[in-house]
């Protein structure tokens, strides 16, 4: 069963995103609306949501760049795409969160429940109808890494596989969020991997990483 979850929504459009938390309203408990900006952090800490739906509009880098500052949350983030043609891009740039989706905007309000409570689950969901302009970026040859990982980059990656954050990595490793930063980069330039979700496939057609 269908659990009910506590969602902000978030885009720069006023009218979509009170149309979004209409349509919404009695799947999701909308416990705020916002766009995207210097103080979106502290709006999840006034909220406490437990995942974010984004609309983004006609400028999705442009909003997804603004969304940096939740990167390291533990809070997954759905986001509705417009413009197929951009969904590769798209996708590299949601790849940053440790926990993500990907649909189209006009997806109907029950699939983006499923999606959110999916994501809960700690999923990554993509659209079918947007696999034709991802399926590129995920079957590439792989050559073999330049550099070998470290053993503490293998267990770095281990647990990206899982879809942890990096404070979560953090804690399990006993190190600091900056040094899980800096093996993650590390990581992705040995494996010449454009996100974290990259690497893992990458690594796992290496056969460097069993999942």
Not at 4 to 14: A, E, H, M, S, W
Not at 60 to 88: C, G, H, I, R, Y
């Amino acid at each position: 069963m269908q659990t009910i979850p506590r969602i902000v929504i978030i885009g720069d459009n006023l009218l979509a995103r009170a149309g979004l938390a209409a349509l919404l309203a009695q799947f999701c408990d909308v416990v705020g609306q916002t766009s995207a900006g210097a103080t979106i952090a502290d709006d999840m800490d006034v909220f406490q949501p437990d995942a974010i739906l984004v609309d983004l509009g006609w400028t999705p880098e442009k909003l997804l760049s603004q969304l940096t500052p939740l990167n390291d949350t533990d809070m997954p983030l759905v986001a509705l795409l417009t413009d197929d043609n951009a969904a590769a891009e798209v996708l590299a740039l949601l790849a940053q969160f440790p926990v993500y989706g990907l649909l189209r905007q006009n997806t109907p309000p029950q699939r983006i429940l499923a999606a959110l409570n999916a994501a809960l689950d700690g999923l990554i969901v993509l659209d079918p109808a947007l696999a034709k302009h991802i399926l590129p970026m995920t079957t590439q040859t792989l050559d073999t890494p330049a550099e070998t990982l470290t053993r503490r980059e293998i267990e770095v990656l281990q647990l990206l596989a899982t879809g942890q954050t990096n404070k979560a990595i953090a804690r399990k490793l006993g190190i600091t969020d900056h040094t899980v930063k800096f093996h993650v980069n590390a990581i992705m330039t040995k494996l010449g991997a454009q996100s974290r979700t990259d690497a893992v496939v990458r690594a796992t057609r290496a056969g460097m990483l069993f999942l």
